[in-house]
């Protein structure tokens, strides 16, 4: 209930249609459920945490919205740029495509599921250039020295295929390869996961810029409540499947109304 | 010899060999999958080629093969002798002779009419494949015409060699909808596959048949910065003299010296013939071979 009103208020104030509106979510996977009923808006600009634990339905639910995974029952309405809210999982799967290589940008947990290994880092970055018909060599390396330069990734490395990057390079060349077309909505998988605590900060601190200085809308997945703490504006609580909280990041945190959120909250380690 | 069905294949095979040509004609630069046989070659050898000529080939026909634009290399010889014993066609070596003509990895240099049929021999006929290597993913990329990839892989040519470096198997967009693989012609021949004849490409292992029917629009995929270019040999053909054909290179001694020859040795032949000579060229012999 609370977060109905919280929407409304948000509506309210924004004006505006929702970036993405879930309705009613859910996959199974035969009897296990993988996630249930799960319905929220985004707005532009808005960045959502979706924290639970290993098997919470997390990241079922990410590649739901993403289309990655066709949902059970339910929609995912994106507002797009010119026929307004239009449900994804009912468009032609070349219009999703199009979407998803335009408009939405997926960060995967591991580089290597997002990235061509085998393809230098400035044809990874000017893959989505060429996919959206860009055919002017010197206008797409331009692009990606660029998006290069923006993950402080050194422009001498362009040639250089991401098996000769650090795990932490390989995960901004990622993000760089996912933002050159200038997307609205980023799905993030975890996208500070296997990385060390020094690159994971940099990392963060990366995204909150890049998130803040191209009004981003992002949904992001981690089991990591510093993460959100630092990205996200509002946040979801997922157990068994079910969003058990959802609020505002400070307020969910900081005031943990539901017994798993404020297991979850006390389970983390202060240094 | 009376012990083969015309042709080698059984009637029923060509059939369904016919089928897949015709919806390859129907759909051009389409892979059509058809159920390829075990024929007496290994795989490699031009099997997919050899299924389309023995589909097309009828007791009339003039049948041409060649490999790398001569008629007298091992795989051009056996398969034009196997065509002659299971199909007991009149053979050519002569272009402009032949009806139907089957091909590994060239583009004769004269122009073919529409009379003629252009059978290429296929090893790899996805040109996605080296990109991405699901087979289900590709044909998903072709169906949505998703083609950034292509452009990928000339892009890493030009960041690699300063220029793209893709000399043979040149990627073709054909009739402004499917992305081809042209086999290994080199990419000199890519602007002659806007044609008056039939092109039919067979992949014998991969067991794809696709087609270009004539007078199709072929464009060579490029950058607009970077545009294709049909590139050959800078020299001229030390037999014949042409500067107009694509040639080979050939090491005469072990001193660095080198000559370079008209692939398509019918073509340096017909030249030699009336009378042209190139520097390297010793007087002409109609039967010198």
Known sequence: MMELAMDAAIGATAGTTPLLRVEGVTKRYGARIGCADVSFDLWPGEVM???????????????????????????????????????????????????????????????????????SAGGNVGERLMAVNARHYGRIRAKAT?????????????DDRPTAFSGGMQQRLQIARNLVTGPRLVFMDEPTGGLDVSVQARLLDLLRGLVREMGLSAIIVTHDLAVVRLLADRLMVMKDGHVVESGLTDQVLDDPQHAYTQLLVSSVLQV | MNEYNFAYLDEQTKRMIRRAILKALAIPGYQVPFASREMPMPYGWGTGGVQVSAAV????DTLKVIDQGADDTTNAVSIRRFFERTA?????????????????????????RADQILVYQVPIPEPLRFLEPSEVETRKMHALEDYGLMHVKLYEDISRHGAISTS??????????????PSPIPKFDNPKLEMA?????????EQRIYAIPPHTRVVSLDFEDHPFEASKA???????GATDSYLDELIVDDE??????????????????AGHAGAEAAPFEEDAA
């Not at chain 1, 739901?64 to 799967?93: K, N, Q």
């Not at chain 1, 660029?146 to 362009?158: F, H, K, N, T, Y």
């Not at chain 2, 043979?168 to 693989?181: F, I, L, S």
């Not at chain 2, 020859?261 to 017909?270: E, N, P, Q, R, W």
């Open chain 2, 234 to 240: 800078d020299h001229a053909c030390g037999l014949c």
């Open chain 2, 88 to 112: 007991g066609v009149a053979v050519t070596e002569a272009t402009a002779e032949a009806s139907v003509i089957q091909t590994r990895h060239r583009i004769p240099e004269a122009p073919l």
């Open chain 1, 146 to 158: 660029d998006w290069l330069g923006r993950v402080e990734i050194a422009a001498d490395r362009i």
């Open chain 2, 168 to 181: 043979y198997a040149y990627p073709v967009k054909v009739e402004g909808r499917y992305v081809m693989d």
């Open chain 2, 256 to 273: 660095g010296g080198r000559m370079f020859l008209c692939s398509d040795t019918d073509y340096c032949a017909g030249r030699r013939r």
């Open chain 2, 197 to 205: 004849a039939i092109q039919l490409f067979g992949a014998g292992r």
């Open chain 2, 57 to 60: 080939l009828v007791p009339e």
């Open chain 1, 49 to 119: 945490g979706i924290v639970g634990e290993s098997g919470s339905g997390k990241s079922t639910l990410l590649n739901c919205l993403a289309g990655h995974v066709p949902p059970d029952s339910g929609a995912v309405l994106f507002d797009t740029r010119d026929g307004g809210l239009r449900d994804t999982l009912t468009m032609r799967e070349s219009e999703r495509r199009m979407l998803s290589r335009t408009d939405w940008a997926f960060v995967h947990q591991h580089a290597r599921d997002g990235l061509r290994m085998n393809v």
